[in-house]
């Protein structure tokens, strides 16, 4: 059984992640993207899909058009864990920058 990060461990990991924010109510982070069509950000939800098939661990997310908005948390511990940390990661490692909001 995964278990939420300890609060040390989490401020230092939470302050390397770019654009994330707390979620209101709930031990989750959230990012917003923007990109310049529906085709760009369904090949970004692609390369993340992927992502998360290979480790198990699944973002909830909402799209129209050009938007994308990911929030990740860990059902399972209910609350933010490593996993989180970790995908957050790779999403900010394939994140065009600019296009964030
Ligand atoms: N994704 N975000 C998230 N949280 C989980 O706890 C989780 C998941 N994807 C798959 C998964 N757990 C499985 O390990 C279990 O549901 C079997």
Redesign the pocket.
Known sequence: MITRLASEARATQLAQLHGWQAVAGRDAIQRHFVFADFNEAFGFMTRVAIKAQEM????QWFNVYNRVEIT??????DGLTG?DIELARFIDSIAPALLSV
Request: proline content about 9%; aromatic content about 0%; glycine content about 0%.
């Open positions: 198990d661990h699944h973002p990740l948390s860990t059902h399972e511990a996993r």
